[in-house]
T-cell receptor, first 111, second 116 residues
Framework: DQQVKQNSPSLSVQEGRISILNCDYTNSMFDYFLWYKKYPAEGPTFLISISSIKDKNEDGRFTVFLNKSAKHLSLHIVPSQPGDSAVYFCAASVTGYALNFGKGTSLLVTP | NAGVTQTPKFRVLKTGQSMTLLCAQDMNHEYMYWYRQDPGMGLRLIHYSVGEGTTAKGEVPDGYNVSRLKKQNFLLGLESAAPSQTSVYFC???????????????FGDGTRLSIL
């Protein structure tokens, strides 16, 4: 049973625009949420995280928003750059336990 | 700055053969993990370890064994390989989650395993 869902397999955005990647989860016990970025033939790279006590976390061009009531989080990339083209995985866990990953969203940023 | 290193990067096996995948980390992390990723799927946890000498089952442990004899190494073994184990295997490590403090996992670049 998939506890973390990324319903958009792919997304295409123009360079300079905002990319918004979405993620839904079903387990209300999750208290730690992360986004990973993955290039082909490489391992996932940690991008940004958020604890359930917050609703927003920013790191440069990347912002993660958490809506606990809707069990939804999103990753905003502003402005999008061609180098951001990758597969983005959403993950969630209960602190101290294993990560549960979504299936990923492939982002393509076009010049 | 190696981080997490996986050996080998590629391997082709015949059904019934055995092999061991090696993961080494140089960040002094307590926790280590093995995941598999199949086409169109997210990463699924096979086994994990919360410290030297300890291991535990994850979501998809059947057909795999693990050992953590040294803190920096985490081995994944396939005793009798099956075509269903064709996948990309990722190892990860992290610091120990503390009270109210979460720690991200850091991943290796994967081992691509094909079983014929």
């Amino acid at each position: 049973d998939q506890q973390v869902k990324q319903n958009s397999p792919s997304l295409s955005v123009q360079e300079g625009r905002i990319s918004i990647l979405n993620c839904d989860y079903t387990n209300s016990m999750f208290d730690y949420f992360l986004w990973y970025k993955k290039y082909p033939a490489e391992g996932p790279t940690f991008l940004i995280s958020i604890s359930s006590i917050k609703d927003k976390n920013e790191d440069g061009r990347f912002t993660v928003f958490l809506n606990k009531s809707a069990k939804h989080l999103s990753l905003h990339i502003v402005p999008s750059q061609p180098g951001d083209s990758a597969v983005y995985f959403c993950a969630a866990s209960v602190t101290g336990y294993a990560l549960n990953f979504g299936k990923g969203t492939s982002l393509l940023v076009t010049p | 700055n190696a981080g997490v290193t996986q050996t080998p990067k590629f391997r082709v096996l015949k059904t019934g053969q055995s092999m061991t995948l090696l993961c080494a980390q140089d960040m002094n992390h307590e926790y280590m993990y093995w995941y598999r990723q199949d086409p169109g799927m997210g990463l699924r946890l096979i086994h994990y370890s919360v410290g030297e000498g300890t291991t535990a089952k994850g979501e998809v442990p059947d057909g795999y064994n693990v050992s953590r004899l040294k803190k920096q190494n985490f081995l994944l073994g396939l005793e009798s390989a099956a075509p269903s184990q064709t996948s990309v295997y990722f190892c990860a490590s992290s610091r120990t989650p503390g009270q109210g403090v979460n720690q991200p996992q850091h991943f290796g670049d994967g081992t691509r395993l094909s079983i014929l």
